[in-house]
């Protein structure tokens, strides 16, 4: 599992949101933590309401008042200050993911506008490298850090292997935070088709349902399999085939179940061949709260983080 947890910080509480949940991860996963801020040429006097900080000294006392703080009792925080200005801070703490070399990042979505600042920004060029997932924790301005805790753990699925690199990241956790694991598959239905898809529906739509039901039947063998084998670990999991929009679908499931942490396999980019793609991922965290951890996928890469 993850030995290196990495919090980007930027000097004010909107991002300490982060900061929990590298505390209980790295509390049940016996995981050292690096907390990190970047020097911003030409920084503004005030981030989000607060006063921004003006140099590397303020900075390594924040960041060692804010480990007294919220980290007591780990066995390794380490505090790291790029103290050379940057203009470029979401590229240059991309650098610090090859310098520090973390295989978890936990950061704040920074609440609103969370698609476009997520898949914009750090997030999405971290997952793009295709090697460090991102654990994404929604704040809003006004808003103190809450409790972070795993009990219920949903795992969205599309059958495609690659995609799935996340469900042996979400069993891992199952069995360390001793959470159960949902999961889903979501088929579209006729009117929920995207992009080509759609235009097929129309013009063959009774083809296109028979397509559709094949896939939902399919979808059900899947997720037998995958139950299967993580109720051989000892993990307890539900399983379950919707029919809709992804984002949409994905996001009643987690209100119904109560997870509180949302998996998810995924590249950081667009295209109609990428089902679980940036686009879905966006769309889910801007109607979600739940905290959502993203694991970069990649033909090529082996799956998992056990």
């Not at 290196?4 to 933590?33: F, M, N, T, W």
């Not at 030409?42 to 804010?66: I, N, S």
């Not at 579209?188 to 080509?196: A, D, F, V």
């Not at 769309?283 to 998992?304: D, F, Q, S, T, Y």
Request: net charge neutral; with cysteine; aromatic share 2%.
């Amino acid at each position: 599992m993850f030995t290196h947890i990495l919090v980007p910080l930027e000097g004010a509480g909107l991002a300490e949101a982060a900061v929990p949940a590298a505390a209980y991860l790295a509390s049940r996963l016996g995981a050292g933590v690096t907390l990190l801020h970047v020097m911003e040429r030409d920084a503004p006097p005030e981030v989000h309401g607060e006063r921004h900080l003006t140099g590397p000294a303020e900075a390594e006392a924040y960041l060692a008042d804010l480990a007294r703080r919220a980290l007591p009792g780990l066995p390794s925080v380490r505090r790291h200050v790029h103290a050379a200005e940057v203009g470029d801070v979401a590229g240059s703490l991309v650098e610090h993911v090859d310098e520090l070399n973390p295989d978890l990042i936990v950061m704040c979505s920074h609440g609103r506008g969370a698609g476009k600042w997520l898949f914009g920004s750090i997030a999405q060029r971290v997952i793009a490298r295709g090697t460090t997932p991102v654990l994404v924790i929604s704040a809003m301005p006004a808003s103190r850090p809450e409790p972070f805790a795993i009990r219920r753990i949903l795992v969205p699925l599309d059958g495609a292997p690659a995609h799935e690199q996340g469900l042996p990241v979400a069993a891992g956790l199952a069995r360390r935070c001793q959470a159960a694991v949902d999961l889903v598959m979501v088929v579209p239905t006729l009117r929920t088709l995207p992009g080509e898809w759609a235009a097929t529906g129309r013009l063959t739509p009774g083809a296109t349902r028979a397509v559709l039901e094949c896939a939902r039947a399919e979808a059900e063998d899947h997720l037998a399999d995958r139950v299967r084998a993580l109720a051989a670990e000892g993990i307890p999991v539900t399983a379950e085939v919707r029919r809709g929009d992804p984002s949409r679908t994905v996001v009643a499931v987690v209100q119904r179940t109560g997870a509180d942490l949302l998996v998810l396999g995924t590249h950081g980019k667009t295209g109609l061949d990428a089902f679980w793609a940036g686009s879905v991922a966006a769309r889910i965290i801007n109607r979600l709260k739940v905290p959502m951890l993203l694991v970069p996928v990649a033909e090529a890469r082996e799956a998992g983080h056990e």
